[in-house]
């Protein structure tokens, strides 16, 4: 399960100064098959940069020559840059003028006369109104940026692509007092005072780096410093900066950070390569986090942590999204993207790395479990939905909305397979090769397949459909027992729905990791036909064609298949499996996550028996069959409590409606919570024992980050969500205790959402007071205090929501309270944003409205459950669609909305 933000907006939205820049002409595609070598390249950059209260001056000096690789001649130099007002400009020394260079929104053009150049250029922007928060912005009092993908051309000229890599110098320059902390990227060379009270500090950054790397932070900041010693003993210094007010909660990250360095030296061999590495924190910020050469910024909620104000969720994504960005030293910075075709060969790669570092850190199966039923619902949807494309994308309008699920998650799992068909030693070989091969350059998807496979000598030629085909493929599974011969044949049937733009798919490689269990649920020896002898008892086999069978001899009795063990490849697998089988896989299985999968197969059948009851209009019936297995994991002690958690959560209302034909959200979400209640009411024994078992030990044990305890109370907090499906008397009490007197925030939490959600409205109103009242000034903690609320079921969600937009801790211009009420409320209150009336789809549509003004990254991505519209019934369709249209027609649209809504309403 995974946390929400959630958010309500006020109407502060009529304060704006000025709308972002809109296009007024339709954006252009841009596609990967007209990628050229740029023309010219910027051996330096230096930047000065005065920081006042009402505007910004920059001044860029950037040295530059003809790219050799690019052909004879002197074209016309063509450098990025929008918001810009422009106030001088030099080509070696000499002031141009007007005719000397022609200047769009866009752009600003010139002639070069020599091969080799200095352009200085000063401009004056205004940081102090960008809501976009793109490029350099104010989050509270500081200063920011945030330049991936195309922000650098919000700050100056420049040549704003990845494959021109520099060497830069900055200076900033701001008044003293407001900003004592001035940073930058790279190694601080120089500072000094100025007169009328302002300071200034210059930094160096030894490595070439693309603009979008580059960061600059100056505010009133206070940090939390530490040293890590490499592995060739050089001391890092490790610095985290954030408000004064925050800095009792910086530990967990710090903590986080050099158990990251000490990982990656262990298991890639990367060791950190500056004197200094810095992260700062920052509310305002468009997502988690961003790698900036040894000036990471960080969305605040991923760094802050602490017992009282974070839950465990929160400690864990901080210690990830830490990993994730200092794991891109290597896979990002050091070698990083030729295009922005090329985004996965960074996030893919840095996700893979930041979900192996966690499985380290804690428990790899519960790891595996979280990753796959967040891909399976988020990922899945989205590549059978409108904005479906490749993990290698062949064309976008706005590279924004291309920081997708497909791109992260699905790109981290194709890296994973080459990792499961490789093994872990070539692996790492082919990844050295890469680093080795490719440090200080911008490369392809294509290049580091290539070091895979010259590290490992495998073709990986047809495993590459990976990156350049889209959908999820599916996987049909048959068997066949040949009792006589002792031979059991395994038929994998592989097909890919069409996705936009791609009617036609070859066929994958899937690689099955398999077992084969023998009716005491033993595991089996596997010797396939031809083989002289078994090979051990599970094994990998790459399915390669549109069918392909696979025969296994030697077997006396007919064996049951743990089929995608560790979920080994992306795709939707089914084999007839009935629900005593999958009974006794969730008993036997050896593999952690195919016994948790075991389960989910089950309870899906059992839900959707349930869904079709509902629908027909009969009493529905609970096959007690998924009591009993529930039972048997509750009572099993020996189970890790995190696994039992895992195997107590149903799946998602989410997931179930993303395996409909057709989604019928009411009739999921009556099904499910008729399931969950009959649970309860059947299991009350075993969850109260576990409940008081587990509070007991919250009660008397100090709160710790750390798995064993994160797996005690995430059973503890399940547990207690069943029970209160009870209405008794003394769980509603046990409840109030843990929500009153829990030492932490996961407890307390977790403890206000099920309150929220019973039936005990008095005492709900109560704790959501006395919470907003005690974590008034905590913004983090009343995302939320946001989000419970949003995403509580009960009648009249959307009143709340629409009331709570005019709290005075709202603000739609802070993404994370965006996300706290807006998506909290569209993505997981399923039954309430599908609301018939269509209220919550005319909602959204205002805010998407609204924010389009604002901040189109947000916009475009508080939009996406709007795009799904294809999935619901007809009338839902028509409503939907609706309010896309209105959103189209509602004036000029940022390129972000426009490519969305384009897409959405091309389906039809
Ligand atoms: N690389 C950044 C994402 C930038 C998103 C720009 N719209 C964070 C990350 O993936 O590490
Ligand atoms: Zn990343």
């Given at each position: 399960?995974?946390?929400?933000?959630?958010?309500?907006?006020?109407?502060?939205?009529?304060?704006?100064?000025?709308?972002?820049?809109?296009?007024?002409?339709?954006?252009?595609?841009?596609?990967l098959?007209?990628?050229?070598?740029?023309?010219?390249?910027?051996?330096?950059?230096?930047?000065?940069?005065?920081?006042?209260?009402?505007?910004?001056?920059?001044?860029?000096?950037?040295?530059?020559?003809?790219?050799?690789?690019?052909?004879?001649?002197?074209?016309?130099?063509?450098?990025?840059?929008?918001?810009?007002?422009?106030?001088?400009?030099?080509?070696?020394?000499?002031?141009?003028?007007?005719?000397?260079?022609?200047?769009?929104?866009?752009?600003?053009?010139?002639?070069?006369?020599?091969?080799?150049?200095?352009?200085?250029?000063?401009?004056?922007?205004?940081?102090?109104?960008?809501?976009?928060?793109?490029?350099?912005?104010?989050?509270?009092?500081?200063?920011?940026?945030?330049?991936?993908?195309?922000?650098?051309?919000?700050?100056?000229?420049?040549?704003?692509?990845?494959?021109?890599?520099?060497?830069?110098?900055?200076?900033?320059?701001?008044?003293?007092?407001?900003?004592?902390?001035?940073?930058?990227?790279?190694?601080?060379?120089?500072?000094?005072?100025?007169?009328?009270?302002?300071?200034?500090?210059?930094?160096?950054?030894?490595?070439?780096?693309?603009?979008?790397?580059?960061?600059?932070?100056?505010?009133?900041?206070?940090?939390?410093?530490?040293?890590?010693?490499?592995?060739?003993?050089?001391?890092?210094?490790?610095?985290?900066?954030?408000?004064?007010?925050?800095?009792?909660?910086?530990?967990?990250?710090?903590?986080?950070?050099?158990?990251?360095?000490?990982?990656?030296?262990?298991?890639y061999?990367?060791?950190?390569?500056?004197?200094?590495?810095?992260?700062?924190?920052?509310?305002?910020?468009?997502?988690?986090?961003?790698?900036?050469?040894?000036?990471?910024?960080?969305?605040?909620?991923?760094?802050?942590?602490?017992?009282?104000?974070?839950?465990?969720?929160?400690?864990?994504?901080?210690?990830?999204?830490?990993?994730?960005?200092?794991?891109?030293?290597?896979s990002?910075?050091?070698v990083?993207c030729r295009?922005?075709f090329q985004l996965s060969l960074k996030e893919g790669f840095t996700v893979f790395r930041?979900?192996e570092?966690?499985?380290?850190?804690?428990?790899?199966?519960?790891?595996?479990?979280?990753?796959?039923?967040?891909?399976?619902?988020?990922?899945?949807?989205?590549?059978?939905?409108?904005?479906?494309?490749p993990v290698r994308p062949d064309?976008?309008?706005?590279?924004?909305?291309?920081?997708?699920?497909t791109i992260?998650?699905k790109g981290a799992e194709v890296l994973r397979m080459i990792h499961t068909l490789l093994g872990a030693e070539l692996f790492r070989k082919g990844s050295d090769l890469y680093f080795a091969r490719h440090?200080?350059q911008?490369v392809t998807c294509d290049d580091f397949v290539k070091a895979m496979e010259d590290a490992s000598g495998i073709d990986l030629a047809q495993f590459k459909r990976w990156y350049s085909q889209a959908g999820?493929p599916?996987l049909?599974?048959?068997?066949?027992?040949?009792?006589?011969?002792?031979?059991?044949?395994?038929?994998f049937?592989q097909?890919c729905?069409?996705?936009?733009?791609?009617?036609?798919k070859q066929p994958f490689v899937i690689p099955v990791a398999?077992?084969?269990?023998?009716?005491?649920?033993?595991?089996?020896?596997?010797?396939?036909?031809?083989?002289?002898?078994?090979?051990?008892?599970?094994r990998v086999l790459s399915v390669t064609e549109a069918?392909q069978?696979?025969?296994?001899?030697?077997?006396?009795?007919?064996?049951?298949?743990?089929?995608?063990?560790g979920f080994s490849a992306p795709v939707?697998?089914?084999?007839?499996?009935?629900?005593?089988?999958?009974?006794?896989?969730?008993?036997?299985?050896?593999?952690?996550?195919?016994?948790?999968?075991?389960?989910?197969?089950?309870?899906?059948?059992?839900?959707?028996?349930?869904?079709?009851?509902?629908?027909?209009?009969?009493?529905?019936?609970?096959?007690?069959?998924?009591?009993?297995?529930?039972?048997?994991?509750?009572?099993?002690?020996?189970?890790?409590?995190?696994?039992?958690?895992?195997?107590?959560?149903?799946?998602?209302?989410?997931?179930?409606?993303?395996?409909?034909?057709?989604?019928?959200?009411?009739?999921?979400?009556?099904?499910?919570?008729?399931?969950?209640?009959?649970?309860?009411?059947?299991?009350?024994?075993?969850?109260?024992?576990?409940?008081?078992?587990?509070?007991?030990?919250?009660?008397?044990?100090?709160?710790?980050?750390?798995?064993?305890?994160?797996?005690?109370?995430?059973?503890?907090?399940?547990?207690?969500?069943?029970?209160?499906?009870?209405?008794?008397?003394?769980?509603?009490?046990?409840?109030?205790?843990?929500?009153?007197?829990?030492?932490?925030?996961?407890?307390?939490?977790?403890?206000?959402?099920?309150?929220?959600?019973?039936?005990?409205?008095?005492?709900?109103?109560?704790?959501?007071?006395?919470?907003?009242?005690?974590?008034?000034?905590?913004?983090?903690?009343?995302?939320?205090?946001?989000?419970?609320?949003?995403?509580?079921?009960?009648?009249?969600?959307?009143?709340?929501?629409?009331?709570?937009?005019?709290?005075?801790?709202?603000?739609?211009?802070?993404?994370?309270?965006?996300?706290?009420?807006?998506?909290?409320?569209?993505?997981?209150?399923?039954?309430?944003?599908?609301?018939?009336?269509?209220?919550?789809?005319?909602?959204?549509?205002?805010?998407?409205?609204?924010?389009?003004?604002?901040?189109?990254?947000?916009?475009?991505?508080?939009?996406?459950?709007?795009?799904?519209?294809?999935?619901?019934?007809?009338?839902?369709?028509?409503?939907?669609?609706?309010?896309?249209?209105?959103?189209?027609?509602?004036?000029?649209?940022?390129?972000?909305?426009?490519?969305?809504?384009?897409?959405?309403?091309?389906?039809?």
């Amino acid at each position: 399960m995974t946390e929400s933000f959630s958010f309500p907006f006020s109407v502060l939205l009529l304060e704006l100064d000025e709308a972002p820049l809109m296009r007024t002409e339709q954006p252009k595609m841009i596609y990967l098959k007209d990628y050229q070598v740029p023309d010219y390249l910027i051996d330096e950059t230096h930047l000065t940069f005065e920081l006042f209260e009402d505007h910004t001056l920059v001044h860029a000096q950037l040295v530059m020559r003809r790219n050799p690789e690019a052909g004879a001649g002197l074209p016309l130099l063509v450098l990025d840059g929008q918001q810009l007002e422009l106030l001088e400009l030099k080509l070696d020394d000499q002031v141009l003028v007007a005719g000397d260079y022609q200047l769009s929104d866009s752009q600003l053009s010139l002639q070069p006369t020599h091969e080799q150049f200095v352009i200085d250029s000063s401009v004056r922007i205004h940081p102090e109104s960008n809501t976009a928060l793109e490029g350099l912005y104010k989050s509270g009092s500081m200063f920011c940026t945030q330049c991936e993908a195309e922000g650098f051309r919000k700050i100056t000229y420049y040549l704003d692509r990845p494959d021109v890599m520099s060497k830069f110098t900055t200076t900033l320059s701001a008044e003293q007092h407001r900003y004592p902390v001035l940073l930058s990227n790279g190694n601080p060379i120089a500072s000094g005072t100025e007169e009328g009270g302002r300071h200034w500090a210059t930094w160096e950054d030894p490595f070439r780096k693309p603009a979008y790397l580059f960061a600059l932070v100056a505010g009133d900041l206070w940090c939390v410093e530490d040293t890590f010693t490499t592995m060739s003993q050089r001391d890092v210094a490790l610095r985290i900066y954030v408000e004064p007010e925050n800095i009792d909660k910086v530990q967990h990250a710090m903590d986080s950070l050099k158990k990251s360095m000490k990982w990656d030296e262990e298991v890639y061999g990367r060791e950190y390569d500056l004197d200094i590495f810095m992260i700062v924190a920052v509310n305002d910020f468009n997502m988690g986090a961003m790698e900036n050469k040894g000036l990471n910024i960080f969305n605040s909620s991923c760094v802050l942590a602490r017992a009282e104000t974070a839950t465990d969720a929160a400690h864990q994504r901080v210690e990830a999204v830490v990993a994730h960005e200092y794991f891109h030293n290597w896979s990002g910075n050091r070698v990083t993207c030729r295009d922005w075709f090329q985004l996965s060969l960074k996030e893919g790669f840095t996700v893979f790395r930041d979900a192996e570092f966690s499985a380290d850190m804690h428990s790899r199966t519960v790891k595996r479990i979280e990753d796959v039923a967040y891909l399976r619902t988020h990922q899945f949807a989205e590549d059978a939905g409108p904005m479906a494309h490749p993990v290698r994308p062949d064309a976008y309008m706005e590279i924004s909305n291309f920081y997708t699920l497909t791109i992260y998650e699905k790109g981290a799992e194709v890296l994973r397979m080459i990792h499961t068909l490789l093994g872990a030693e070539l692996f790492r070989k082919g990844s050295d090769l890469y680093f080795a091969r490719h440090d200080g350059q911008a490369v392809t998807c294509d290049d580091f397949v290539k070091a895979m496979e010259d590290a490992s000598g495998i073709d990986l030629a047809q495993f590459k459909r990976w990156y350049s085909q889209a959908g999820t493929p599916q996987l049909v599974v048959s068997e066949h027992y040949d009792a006589l011969a002792q031979r059991y044949t395994l038929t994998f049937a592989q097909s890919c729905p069409a996705t936009p733009g791609q009617s036609e798919k070859q066929p994958f490689v899937i690689p099955v990791a398999l077992g084969l269990l023998d009716a005491q649920g033993n595991a089996l020896p596997l010797q396939l036909a031809g083989e002289a002898q078994a090979q051990g008892v599970q094994r990998v086999l790459s399915v390669t064609e549109a069918q392909q069978s696979f025969t296994f001899v030697n077997l006396a009795e007919q064996p049951l298949p743990s089929l995608l063990r560790g979920f080994s490849a992306p795709v939707k697998l089914s084999f007839p499996y009935s629900r005593d089988q999958l009974m006794f896989l969730m008993q036997h299985d050896s593999d952690g996550f195919n016994r948790w999968e075991a389960g989910q197969q089950l309870a899906v059948q059992v839900l959707q028996e349930l869904i079709g009851q509902q629908q027909r209009g009969e009493p529905m019936l609970l096959d007690p069959r998924l009591v009993t297995a529930l039972r048997s994991v509750l009572e099993n002690h020996s189970l890790d409590s995190a696994m039992v958690a895992e195997m107590l959560s149903l799946p998602g209302e989410g997931y179930l409606a993303e395996l409909a034909e057709q989604a019928d959200v009411e009739a999921i979400h009556a099904a499910r919570e008729f399931a969950r209640a009959r649970l309860a009411e059947a299991l009350f024994e075993p969850l109260w024992a576990r409940y008081q078992a587990n509070r007991q030990v919250s009660r008397s044990t100090p709160y710790q980050a750390e798995a064993a305890h994160f797996a005690r109370r995430s059973l503890q907090n399940i547990a207690l969500s069943y029970l209160m499906l009870c209405n008794r008397g003394e769980v509603l009490e046990a409840c109030v205790e843990q929500f009153d007197t829990a030492d932490n925030m996961t407890e307390r939490l977790a403890a206000l959402a099920v309150l929220v959600n019973s039936p005990a409205e008095e005492a709900a109103q109560r704790a959501l007071a006395q919470f907003a009242e005690c974590f008034a000034d905590n913004p983090l903690v009343m995302d939320q205090w946001f989000s419970v609320q949003a995403a509580c079921q009960r009648p009249g969600a959307l009143a709340r929501v629409q009331a709570l937009m005019n709290h005075a801790a709202f603000s739609l211009k802070n993404p994370n309270k965006v996300r706290a009420l807006i998506g909290a409320f569209a993505n997981q209150n399923l039954v309430h944003f599908h609301a018939a009336d269509g209220a919550g789809y005319r909602f959204l549509a205002d805010q998407v409205i609204a924010l389009n003004r604002l901040n189109p990254q947000i916009a475009a991505r508080q939009l996406l459950p709007l795009t799904r519209w294809a999935r619901y019934d007809a009338p839902r369709q028509a409503l939907m669609r609706n309010e896309l249209l209105r959103i189209r027609d509602s004036g000029s649209l940022s390129s972000d909305v426009f490519e969305v809504l384009d897409k959405s309403l091309r389906t039809a």
